[in-house]
């Protein structure tokens, strides 16, 4: 999304109790320990980096890499077709850190806005960069976009200029267009999108659609809606989804997710059940949350990226760092690991 040039109002309220846990099928069964447990906190972070605004302008999407211990990043709709990679060494709380340009061909996106690194879709093999052309603030595109780029190449120490997409997978919702910053991979052939919900009338935020994606079969169905409004007590531009991250590595459920809007955090279990529709007898799959966790963050104007690393530790920056008043960085801040006091 481009710039809301609004401030956001914090807000404090209650959480709501998480749905309970129901019998998980179709999915491998992760080994992560559920948290099972809500709360609210205001979360302390700590500023670790600084990205150049030239390039780095309007960061919209960020994903780690435990391999080559770096930060991948995109920025919003306009720019030219690239993204970036940064090494965490390279990270400095008072210097701004040199990064890699990779521009990518053979592929026209309409409006990036989310990085995920997870196992190449079939027929592809080992591990892919997911670039997420999902945008689409009026509502309106007929369909949406994920670009592959195999991650071998981008792992070197000096990664190439210049990537080919080797693969574009081409989706369509099941019912009408959608806006969306956040996608995540979950498994070989299969990933995740959350909508970004806002009544076109009042602007209000609305509970965020949740799509399981089939890469093999470029399909969509919908498993879930977080009520993210409701969760963190604001139906303003808080309660906005603009990206996600998941744990590097983990497979199956429960599944750790994060979310982040313009204001919160939100640390979600999620549950995978699915049964058969006694009308229809068609098998659905549907997603339950049993635990969340919402963090007051410490604000940056338009915060759209956000990225778990796997010490079970997050990092977040803006689309917004000022440059307009002269600034000369975007600020990456981090929070360590996500505990209810």
């Not at 995109?74 to 890699?100: T, W, Y």
């Not at 409006?111 to 027929?123: A, H, K, R, T, V």
């Not at 982040?260 to 068609?282: D, F, H």
């Not at 338009?302 to 920056?317: K, L, N, S």
């Amino acid at each position: 999304m481009k710039r809301a040039g609004l401030k956001i109002l914090l807000a404090q309220g209650v959480i709501a109790q998480a749905l309970p846990m129901g019998v998980e099928t179709g999915w491998a069964q992760s080994s992560a320990p559920a948290f099972g447990e809500n709360c609210r906190y205001r979360a302390v972070s700590e500023q670790v980096g600084q990205l150049p605004v030239d390039p780095i302008d309007e960061a919209s999407g960020m994903v780690w890499d435990p391999a080559s211990k770096s930060f991948f990043l995109i920025n919003d709709s306009g720019d030219l077709p690239r993204f970036f990679r940064v090494k965490h060494a390279a990270l400095a709380r008072d210097k701004v850190s040199e990064i890699h340009e990779i521009r990518f061909e053979k592929w026209k996106a309409f409006d990036l806005e989310e990085l995920s690194i997870g196992p190449c879709p079939s027929p592809l093999t080992g591990d892919c960069l997911a670039l997420a052309d999902i945008g689409d603030n009026r509502d309106r595109r007929k369909h949406v976009e994920i670009g592959f780029v195999p991650m071998q190449t981008l792992r070197a120490e000096t990664p190439p200029k210049k990537v080919k997409i080797e693969k574009v997978v081409r989706l369509k919702y099941p019912e009408r267009a959608s806006n969306a910053e956040a996608f995540a991979m979950l498994e070989q052939d299969r990933a995740v999108i959350v909508t970004k919900s806002q009544d076109r009338k009042t602007r209000e935020a609305q509970a965020a659609s949740v799509f399981h994606v089939d890469l093999a079969k470029a399909t969509m169905q919908k498993v879930a809606e977080f009520d993210v409004p409701t969760w963190v007590t604001n139906k303003g531009f808080g309660g906005l989804v603009t990206g996600m991250s998941v744990v590097p590595g983990a497979r199956g459920f429960p599944r750790k997710m994060l979310l982040l809007t313009y204001q919160y955090a939100i640390e979600l279990e999620v549950l995978s059940e699915s049964g058969r529709n006694a009308k229809t007898k068609v098998e659905r799959e549907e997603w339950k949350v049993r635990a969340r966790r919402v963090l007051d963050l410490d604000y940056l104007e338009q915060q759209e990226a956000v990225a778990y690393d796997d010490q079970g530790r997050f990092f977040y920056t803006t689309e917004v760092p000022m440059k307009v008043f002269g600034a000369k960085y975007a600020p990456i801040r981090m929070v360590e690991k996500v505990k209810c006091p």
